[in-house]
């Protein structure tokens, strides 16, 4: 048996799996992973799939969550909102917006699931998951046990957790909770969402706001296979970044809390004019370097090829180690570029 996975993921990659089941419960999904890891097959658990690059066909059992729910309770500081992995983000970002529940208005049109959010804490315009993230519940798949870590133990950083360290291929999440401030203040810090006015801005303003910027920018994946960003924005040391002011004075980069800075991927692409470069069937977006797109028919070798031009390029050029941000699958399961 055998069932194509290029609906399953947002680079339209048309490779295929063994087995493919969609699983609407935890229990569900506890039988399907005991049935394949009982016949020794490889299993791949999958969200959303905007942050997936099938390199080859899988040779396993590819489970797609789709639970479906939120439970809603406040008190006086505080909305908590209870979601299951499987709701769309940005789904549920309209869902929050819709009810007065504010904040995770910069976080709108993020491709993939609510379950994916924490294991790499997706951000955009200033803000991150982790800044609203009140815990997340995960089932063990060794023991089939189920455990809930606040968000200080989900050890949150810069796209990184516990879930791509030490829980990494042992747990499935199962839903996160979030806690909203009744009390909004809006997030303006990042370019785009700078015209706006703090005093007067709506979290419906900004909404808007990002969802122009991120649909003039990004493609639209059911028009143009792509995972959004690909490379995360490297952080660098102080010192460097100055020593490359001297050359490059347009350099977009960010400070962080411990004095390092976040320098713009995408401006390094950019700069190292490979907007639109193209290789094979794959091509860096000629509006927006920091995405790669499957112009028609490319396969998972073609993105990889491209990624590693790129990272060898920039590094040339600047002496900056672009890293990817999507995970890269092989046969049998996650493999390196």
């Known amino acids: ?52 690059v099938f390199t080859s066909d899988f040779d396993g059992v590819v489970i797609k969550v789709d639970t479906k729910g939120i439970e809603v309770y406040e008190d006086n500081e505080y909305v908590y909102l209870t979601v299951q992995a499987g709701e769309n ?23 993939g699931s609510v379950g994916a959010s924490p294991i790499q804490n997706i951000g955009a315009y200033g803000v991150e998951m982790n800044q609203f993230c009140e815990q997340v519940t995960y089932l063990d798949l060794a023991c089939f046990d189920s455990y809930t870590l606040t968000s200080d133990e989900c050890h949150f950083g810069y796209r990184e957790s516990i879930f791509k360290s030490d829980l990494k291929n042992k747990a499935l999440i199962t839903e996160v909770q979030f806690k909203l401030p009744k009390l909004w203040q809006p997030n303006l810090k990042y370019g785009p969402l700078q015209h706006l006015n703090i005093e007067t801005v709506t979290p419906e303003a900004v909404f808007d706001a990002v969802c122009e910027v991120r649909m003039s920018k990004l493609p639209d994946p059911s028009q143009i296979g792509n995972v959004g960003s690909f490379f995360k924005n490297p952080i660098i040391e102080a010192s460097v970044y100055l ?22 991927a995408g401006w390094l692409i950019d700069e190292a004019g490979l907007k639109g470069f193209m290789q094979g069937r794959a091509a860096v977006h000629d509006k927006q370097a920091l995405v790669l797109v499957n112009l028609d028919a490319a396969v998972g070798a073609d993105i990889c090829k491209l990624a590693s031009s790129i990272i060898d390029i920039v590094f040339k050029k600047f002496g900056i180690q672009l890293e990817p941000e999507p995970r890269i699958i092989g046969s049998t399961g996650e493999v390196t570029l």
């Open 243 to 264: 020593e490359l002011l001297k050359t490059y004075s347009d350099l977009v980069g960010y400070a962080q809390v411990d004095g390092k800075i976040k320098v713009a």
């Open 89 to 111: 983000w940005h789904s549920f970002v309209q869902f929050c917006l819709k009810n007065g529940f504010h904040g995770l208005e910069n976080l709108a049109l993020i491709p």
């Open 1 to 52: 048996m055998s069932v194509s996975l290029k609906s399953f993921n947002t680079l339209s990659l048309a490779q295929n799996c063994q087995q493919l089941f969609q699983v609407n419960s935890v229990d569900e999904f506890k039988g399907v992973y005991q049935n394949a890891i009982s016949q020794n097959l490889p299993v791949m658990i999958l969200g959303g799939g905007s942050n997936v």
